[in-house]
C-alpha cells in the first residue's frame, strides 16, 4: 500500500474514534445542565487536557515548530507568556469560578454567571456579553473551518471546499448530539495525541541523529550557512522594538482569564477541590507539549542540515520529520494530531457560541419557562445554525478570517479576562462597572489593533495589554461610583470564599 492509503486509513480511525465518543456522550445527555456543562462532573485529567486542546489548536504542531525553525529560541516567548497565564488561570480562577458559579444560582455559562453575581436585573449584561461571545465566535469557528479544508488540501490533495465539508461535518456532528461531553471528551483525545506525537517526533530524532551533543552541532552548522543563532533567546540587538515584541508576547498569557470556551471546563469539575490537580495535569501536558514542539523545530533543522536538504515551509517541520522517521501509519496518526488540534477548537467554540445563542440571548429574551428537553433542542439547533453560517463565510478561502484569531484573542481576553477577575476577587464590582469594563476592553482592543507606531511606539505593543489595563481600572473606578451594598451578593461572595478556602485545607 503506498503511503498515502496508510495516512487516510488512519485518518478514517480517527474521525470514526471520535464519532464514537459523540455517540456515547448523546447517551449520557439529557438535561441542559449536561448538554452545555456536562452536569458539573468532569474528571480534572479530561477539564485539564481539553482545555488544553481547546487553546492550542494548529499553531501548537505548526506555527510554532515553524517559526522556532525559521527564527529561533526567540519566538518562543510567546509559549513562555501562555505557559504562565494558563498556570495562573488554573490557580486564581479555577477554584473560584467552580465555587462561584455554583453558588450564584448555578450559572451554565459566563454572562449567566455575571448576571446572576451582580444582580443585574435589566440582563444587558448578560445579552451584551452573550452577542460579543456569539459574534466574535463566529468568526473563530470559520477560521477553524478554513484551516480544516486547508489541511485537507494540503495533505491530501482533496479540493479545499471539500476537505472543509469532511472536517466540519465530524466536527458538528459530535458536537451537535454529545454536548459539552463529547466535547470534553474528545478534546482529552484529542490533547493526549498532540502530546505523544510532539514528544515522540524530537525523541526518535535525537536517536536517529546521535544525541544531543551531535543535533547542537548541526543546529549550528545550519544556524552558520543561514545567518541564525536558533539556540538565542534575546535577540541581538536588544533594541526598544525587540523590547516591545517580547513584552507582546508575554502579554499573551493575558488573554487566558477571559476566553470563555477555556474557563468553562473550570466549571465543569467535579468539585472545587479538584481544581489543584486540573492545574498539575494541565500545566505538565502544556509543559511537554511545549517543549516538544520547540525540540521537534531543533531536531528538524538538525535532521535537514546533515541530509543537505531545505524545508520549503518551515511550518510543515513537523509533518515532514513525522513521515520521514515513522512508518507511513504511525505517521498518519499523526498528520491527524494536527486535524485534532483544528477540530478541538472549533468544536469548543461551536459549543460555547451555542450556550450564548440560547442560554444567554434566547432564555434572557424569552421569559416563558419551557421544559429542559426544549433547551437542549435548541442548544443543537444553534450548533447548526452557526456552523451553516461559518461554513458560509469559510467557503470562499479568506486570509482576513485567519488573521482574525489574534485579534479576537486580545478582545476576549480583554473584554472578560478583568470582569472576570474582578467578580471573583473584589466585592463592590457593579453590573455597571462591569458593562462598562467590557466596552472599554473592546474598544481598546479595537482601536491599538487598527494602528501602528505613535510616540515611543506605543501602538506596537500587542493590544492585549493596554485593552486589559484599560478595562480593569475603568471597571474599577465605574463600580466605586455606582456600586450599592446587597446583603444576598455579600452572602454569596463570603460563601464562595469559604468553599474555596475549605477546598485548599
Keep these: 500500500m503506498s503511503d498515502t492509503v496508510f495516512q487516510i486509513i488512519a485518518m478514517v480511525i480517527y474521525m470514526s474514534a471520535m464519532l464514537l465518543i459523540g455517540w456515547y456522550s448523546y447517551r449520557k445527555t439529557s438535561s441542559l445542565n449536561d448538554y452545555m456543562l456536562g452536569g458539573r462532573d468532569l474528571h480534572p485529567a479530561v477539564a485539564a487536557l481539553s482545555a488544553g486542546a481547546a487553546d492550542m489548536s494548529g499553531w501548537l504542531l505548526m506555527g510554532l515548530p515553524g517559526a522556532i525553525y525559521a527564527t529561533g529560541l526567540v519566538e518562543a516567548w510567546i509559549a513562555v507568556g501562555l505557559t504562565i497565564g494558563a498556570w495562573l488561570n488554573w490557580k486564581l480562577v479555577a477554584p473560584r469560578l467552580r465555587a462561584y458559579t455554583q453558588e450564584a444560582n448555578d450559572s451554565i455559562t459566563v454572562p449567566s454567571f455575571l448576571e446572576n453575581r451582580l444582580r443585574d436585573r435589566s440582563r444587558l449584561l448578560r445579552i451584551v456579553s452573550g452577542l460579543i461571545i456569539l459574534i466574535f465566535f463566529t ?102 522594538v525587540a523590547a516591545i515584541g517580547i513584552i507582546s508576547a508575554l502579554a499573551w498569557g493575558l488573554g487566558y482569564f477571559g476566553q470563555p470556551h477555556i474557563i468553562v471546563r473550570f466549571m465543569a469539575l467535579r468539585s472545587t477541590a479538584e481544581a489543584r490537580a486540573g492545574r498539575r495535569i494541565g500545566i505538565g501536558w502544556m509543559l511537554f507539549a511545549v517543549c516538544g514542539a520547540i525540540a521537534t523545530a531543533l531536531v528538524g533543522a538538525a535532521w535537514y ?107 476576549f481576553g480583554a473584554s472578560f479576562g478583568p470582569v472576570v477577575l474582578l467578580s471573583l476577587f473584589w466585592r463592590k464590582l457593579s453590573a455597571a462597572g462591569a458593562l462598562a469594563s467590557m466596552v472599554t476592553g473592546a474598544v481598546v482592543v479595537g482601536w491599538f489593533g487598527n494602528v501602528d507606531g505613535g510616540p515611543w511606539h506605543i501602538f506596537d505593543y500587542y493590544e492585549i495589554l493596554p485593552g486589559f489595563v484599560a478595562a480593569l481600572l475603568v471597571g474599577w473606578l465605574v463600580s466605586l461610583a455606582s456600586y450599592t451594598h446587597d446583603d444576598r451578593v455579600q452572602h454569596e461572595f463570603s460563601t464562595t470564599m469559604e468553599t474555596v478556602k475549605h477546598a485548599h485545607d
Design 305 to 411: 542540515q546533515k541530509n543537505g536538504l531545505t524545508l520549503e515551509d518551515p511550518e510543515t517541520v513537523y509533518i515532514k520529520m513525522g513521515q520521514i522517521l515513522f512508518h507511513p501509519l504511525i505517521a498518519g496518526f499523526m498528520l491527524a494530531a494536527v486535524l485534532a488540534a483544528i477540530m478541538s477548537t472549533v468544536s469548543s467554540q461551536l459549543l460555547v457560541t451555542s450556550s450564548a445563542l440560547v442560554e444567554d440571548i434566547y432564555k434572557a429574551l424569552n421569559r416563558n419557562a419551557r421544559q429542559d428537553d426544549h433547551y437542549v433542542l435548541m442548544g443543537r439547533l444553534a450548533v447548526l445554525g452557526v456552523a451553516l453560517i461559518a461554513g458560509a463565510m469559510a467557503w470562499t478561502q479568506n486570509d482576513t478570517i485567519l488573521a482574525l484569531v489574534a485579534f479576537a484573542w486580545a478582545g
Design 139 to 240: 468568526f473563530y469557528v470559520s477560521s477553524g473551518m478554513v484551516a480544516g479544508g486547508v489541511f485537507m488540501q494540503s495533505s491530501f490533495g482533496l479540493d479545499y471546499r471539500t476537505g472543509m465539508l469532511i472536517v466540519a461535518a465530524v466536527t458538528i456532528c459530535y458536537t451537535l448530539f454529545g454536548g459539552f461531553l463529547a466535547v470534553s471528551y474528545t478534546d482529552f483525545v484529542q490533547g493526549a495525541m498532540m502530546a505523544a506525537a510532539l514528544i515522540a517526533v524530537p525523541v526518535v530524532g535525537l536517536f536517529k541523529l546521535g544525541g544531543f551533543g551531535e543535533v547542537t552541532s548541526l543546529v549550528q552548522a545550519s544556524d552558520a550557512a543561514a545567518g541564525l543563532d536558533r539556540m538565542a533567546l534575546l535577540p541581538s540587538p536588544m533594541t526598544q
